[in-house]
């Protein structure tokens, strides 16, 4: 079974009533994707629950500093098993530590798999699966080098497959990409399949986008991709009026003295704002975090330039914030209204 957490209520990981309600269910076994790492108390949470717990993540954490040093074992979850392309074995040879380095959410899902098999990569029974790898390692922008390079260069020969050998999802989205008969691409992943897959979670449940890359009936897929591109359309609009609101405010400020932009709005919808942030960055060359305040509390969105880390720097003010995880260029974060402008 799978559990996605509403992105509006739950955030983006594990969290507690997440896990009341997969034991409730019947769950015995929880495997992470793409989250975790920094889930200290919620795998004390699993683990007082009767909950096992795997966890598979790339982000980083107090435990894991990007910087190739050896893992803080003491602050990683207790958990059966933490996966992580960071988290590796003493005797690991250098050429595979730098060649897992990139993977993404997706990528270190797919090497349990593929453990778990105990097969090589061009096995049958995983070659099926990199297309969705290839969707994923994209979408969430990994690096195609090391061994993201070989996994995508072969997810895109299934990707520009014809429709009779595509997933009927895979097949409805191309469709409605205007993608069908064309040789797919890496631009094509990132800025005409993924959209529309991350719109549903963005305004919605990503629950659509699952069971559109799950489904076996190609009405269903049909549906659901139509579905999908209409949310993504709602999300352009939406999308577009924050860009032009945060974009005046940057124009405002004083660039020569400006190193970073904070900006924060009631108006703006949460899960497009990130959107925006990379968008003020292409533009202005500056890490910019944008911030949805509701009810006193801002969640917000960040991304930075090379340069500058922008999960050490949120690390060096996390007394100011109520939670915060991502990466060197990408971050999320949670703080009190009343604490945005220090």
Known sequence: DSYIPDRMTEGYGLNPGALRKIKEAGGRLVITVDCGVSAVKEAEDARSLGLDLIITDHHE?????????????????????????????????????????????????????????????????????????????????????????????????????????????????????????????????????????????????????????????????????????????????????????????????????????ILSSEDWHPGVIGIVASRIVDEFYRPTALISIKDGVGKGSARSIPGFDLYQGLTACSDLLMGFGGHKYAAGLSVAEDQIPR
Not at 196 to 205: C, F, M, T
Request: glycine content about 10%; some cysteine; overall charge neutral.
């Open 61 to 261: 954490s107090a435990a894991v500093q990007g910087n190739g040093s050896v893992p803080d074992r003491e602050r990683l979850p207790d958990a059966l098993a933490v996966i992580h392309p960071r988290v590796l074995r003493p005797d690991t040879p250098d050429g595979i530590r730098e060649s897992v380095s990139g993977l993404t959410g997706v990528g270190v899902a797919f090497k349990l798999a593929q453990a778990l098999l105990d097969a090589p990569a061009d096995d049958e029974r995983l070659k099926k699966y990199l297309d969705l790898v290839t969707l994923g390692t994209v979408a969430d922008m990994g690096r195609i080098t090391g061994e993201n390079r070989v996994l995508v260069r072969h997810g895109l020969d299934i990707l520009s497959s014809d429709p009779p050998s595509l997933r009927p999802g895979i097949a409805a989205l191309k469709k409605v990409a205007g993608l069908n008969g064309k040789r797919v691409n890496v631009g094509n992943v990132g800025f005409n399949l993924a959209p529309r897959i991350n719109a549903s979670g963005r305004l919605e449940r990503a629950d659509t986008a699952f069971r559109l890359m799950t489904t076996d009936s190609p009405d269903e897929a049909d549906r659901l991709a139509v579905q999908l591109d209409a949310v993504n359309r709602e999300r352009q609009a939406v999308e577009e009026g924050i860009w032009g609101t945060a974009r005046e405010l940057c124009l405002q400020a004083d660039l020569a003295n400006t190193g970073a932009f």
